[in-house]
């Protein structure tokens, strides 16, 4: 009962700050969101209206529900290429070679310097002395003409469309893969010589290595890096309804703001839940 006492004891100042800085806050958001807020020289004047807010968000305004579809199919298919992408290069930073930890200190660069200014510098999205020749480099239609170098010819053009948004990206997606590729370095490095011996022995190549050994240890790590992902995605600095609900709130519209945050953030947890589900399929469900 005493070890009992003191692990609350423990968590008495999270427990505080969370009922203080996050409970609090979220359910008075909840409540703003069937309001029409103003703000007096006094206090906060909350005027119930019911679910006008959400009427006005999906019958009135004119960009919310474009900027959350966009994000929603742009995420849909950013995520599994940053797993992808964040696999193959912990599997090659996990190999001994010359400069390795020059190169593993590259790509957790983005991680120490990720804040909202530097990314949208670099992006583009602010700009300044050389932002807009950077940002444009991941730009250039180099896909394109490697396409165009190898023969490929009259492809359609949803699929176009689809590649050249790729490639427009890659310095998003190389830019949001940091913590993932260390999530995946830190449990390669795990894997125990015993299982490399036995897939020597039993004469496995690299690629039969790769997923009889190596994807096996990586996939309870699977989930960890995907809900990392959606939420990192979902909260970008370049994310057009983040800014949207930001605008909405610097005009005072605190109660239509509150409505877009909470419309967004169910649709964020229901792109979790169906995320993990799939994830749960593919590798099946894990205690970790």
Known sequence: MKKKLHGI???????????????????ASLYYSFCNVSIDSEKTVCE???????????????????YLLDTLVETLW???????????????????????????????????????????????????????????????DLIGDLMRFFGIYDISEKTEKIIISISDNIFSIVWSSGIQILIFLSALQNIPQSARDVAIIEGADAWDYFWKVTVPYLSPLFKVNLVFTVIDTFTSPANPVMNRILSMQS??????????????FISVLIF?????????????????
């Open 9 to 27: 004891e423990f968590i008495i100042p999270w427990l505080i700050g969370t009922v203080i800085f996050f409970l609090i806050p979220l359910f």
């Open 48 to 66: 119930w209206i019911s679910l006008e807010n959400y009427r006005y968000i999906f019958y009135t305004d004119e960009y919310y529900t474009d």
């Open 78 to 140: 950013k995520t599994p290429l940053i797993i992808i992408f964040s696999v193959f290069v912990a599997v090659i930073l996990n190999q001994k070679f010359k400069g390795r930890t020059f190169a593993r200190a590259v790509f957790f660069l983005p991680v120490i310097i990720a804040s909202g200014p530097v990314y949208n510098i670099i992006s583009g999205n602010i700009q300044s002395t050389g932002s807009e020749q950077f940002s444009t480099m991941f730009s250039a």
């Open 251 to 264: 005009e005072w519209n605190y109660g239509k703001a509150s409505a877009m945050a909470w419309i967004y």
């Open 272 to 288: 979790i839940w169906l995320a993990v589900f799939t994830v749960r399929k593919l590798f099946g469900d894990s205690d970790d």
